[in-house]
C-alpha cells in the first residue's frame, strides 16, 4: 500500500453572505498517493479550488478532516506542502528570482537551491526575466514563475490550481513533463483543469460537480 500524502474526508465548506448561501464542499472524501497526479476537472463554480484551499490550510472546512503525515497544514514547509493558486500569489515587491527562492529563504537554505533555482527558472523560459518584477513580466510568465517557486524544495505535495490555463501549448508540455518528473521522483500533484489534454496527463481523473467529487478512487 503507497502512503497516502494527503486524506480528505467528508470535507463540507459552506459560504455565507447575506442571505446567499453557497454549498461549495458537500461531503468530498480525497485520498492521494505519493508519487501520482490526480486530475479534477469541473466546471467553473464548482469547488475545486475550495478544496485545494482546504486541503492546503487557508480554509477551515466547516466539518471533515484534513490529514496530512507532516501535520497541520498551514503548518507545513514548502518542501512539505506546495501550491500553485490559481490567483499565483506572487509578492510584488520581490524579483522573479527572489519569488523562485522564496521557500529556501523561510527555511534559510538559499545557497542550498540557488542552482535548482536558476534550472527551474531556465526551463520555464524565466532567465532573462530574473531581475524583474512580477508586475513587469505577463500573466503566463508570472504563472511559470508561482510554479517554479512550488517545484523549488521538491515538495511531498503539490496542489496546483489550472497550472496550464496562461500557458501556450509549449509551455503547457513544459509544465506537464516537470509534474511527470516529480511523480517519477515519488513527490505527489493534485492537478485541477478543465484542459482535456492536461487531464489527460494524470494518472487519475476526478470530477467535481457542485461540491460532490467522483471518480476513481474518489473515497480513496
Ligand atoms: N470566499 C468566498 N465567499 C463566497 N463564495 C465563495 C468564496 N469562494 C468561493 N465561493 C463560491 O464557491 C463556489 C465554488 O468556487 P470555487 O471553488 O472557486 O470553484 P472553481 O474553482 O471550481 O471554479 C462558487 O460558487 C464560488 O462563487
Ligand atoms: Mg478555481
Not at 115 to 137: C, D, K, V
Request: with cysteine.
Amino acid at each position: 500500500m503507497v502512503e497516502a500524502v494527503v486524506r480528505g474526508a467528508a470535507l463540507v465548506k459552506t459560504f455565507r453572505r447575506d442571505a446567499e448561501v453557497v454549498h461549495a464542499l458537500r461531503g468530498v472524501d480525497i485520498e492521494v498517493a505519493a508519487g501520482e497526479i490526480v486530475g479534477i476537472q469541473g466546471a467553473s463554480g464548482s469547488g475545486k479550488s475550495t478544496l485545494l484551499a482546504v486541503l492546503c490550510g487557508w480554509e477551515e472546512p466547516d466539518s471533515g478532516e484534513v490529514t496530512h503525515p507532516g501535520g497541520a497544514a498551514a503548518e507545513l514547509p514548502w518542501s512539505e506542502l506546495a501550491l500553485v493558486p490559481q490567483t499565483l500569489g506572487l509578492l510584488e515587491d520581490l524579483p522573479v528570482t527572489e519569488n523562485v527562492l522564496l521557500p529556501a529563504r523561510l527555511i534559510r537554505q538559499l545557497d542550498g537551491y540557488a542552482e535548482r533555482a536558476r534550472s527551474l527558472q531556465h526551463r520555464l523560459g524565466l532567465t532573462h526575466l530574473a531581475a524583474r518584477f512580477p508586475s513587469q513580466i505577463s500573466l503566463g510568465e508570472r504563472q511559470r514563475t508561482a510554479f517554479a517557486r512550488a517545484l523549488l524544495l521538491r515538495p511531498r505535495l503539490l496542489l496546483a490550481d489550472e497550472p496550464t490555463a496562461h500557458q501556450d501549448a509549449g509551455f503547457a508540455d513544459v509544465v506537464l513533463d516537470m509534474l511527470h518528473e516529480h511523480a517519477d521522483g515519488g513527490g505527489a500533484c493534485v492537478l485541477v483543469s478543465h484542459h482535456a489534454a492536461t487531464l489527460a496527463r494524470a494518472d487519475r481523473v476526478l470530477s467535481m460537480r457542485d461540491g460532490v467529487l467522483t471518480g476513481p478512487g474518489a473515497a480513496g
